[in-house]
C-alpha cells in the first residue's frame, strides 16, 4: 500500500465551457486537495478523493467569478465543496484507466466517469523522493447540477454551453 501525497505545486484542475455558442471560456479551481488510497503497482485497487473549494474558481475575469460563486451557479455560501468519490478504477491499456464514481455540485449528485493517463513514475533528482503522475479528462452537463443559468443571444442559441469539460493534471510524492 503505497501513501501518495499531493504535489499541489505541480498539479491543477481546469475547465472549459462555450462561450456564445463560437468560443470557449477557461478557468481553473486553484484550492483543491486529491486523496488516493491503494498500490501504485496495482492502480484498479485505488479509491480517490477529490475535494475543490467552489470559491476558488478563477477565469481570470473578477466579474465572471463572482457571478459563478453566486446563487446562479456554485452557491459558495451554501455548497463550498464540489467532491469526487471514486467507486470503480477500471484498467483500459497498459497506461489508460476509467474512474467512475460520485461527483457532488451543490446538493446534487451523479455518477460519473473520467479518463486517467498515468504518466508513470521517476525519481525527482532534488528531494530523491519517488514521484507518479496523472491526467485526468471528463465532461459534464452543468445542468444535471443545477448550474442552469443561461441567456439567450438574439443571433441564437446560449451564451454559456451545457457541456463542461474538466482537466486535471496530478502529481503525487509516493511513499
Known sequence: MANFQLDKVHSSITF???HMMVAKARGEFSEFDIKVEGDIHQLESAKVTATIQAASVDTKNE???NHLRSAD?????N?????????????????EYEVTGRLTIKDVTKTETFKVEFNGQSKNPMTGNIIAGFDVEGKI????????WNATLETGGFLVGKEVKIFGSFEFIIS
Open 16 to 18: 472549459q465551457v462555450k
Open 73 to 77: 451557479f456554485f452557491d459558495v455560501e
Open 63 to 65: 466579474d465572471r467569478d
Open 141 to 148: 452537463n452543468r445542468e444535471d447540477y443545477g448550474l442552469t
Open 79 to 95: 455548497y463550498p465543496t464540489i467532491t469526487f468519490i471514486s467507486d470503480a478504477v477500471k484498467k483500459v491499456s497498459d497506461h
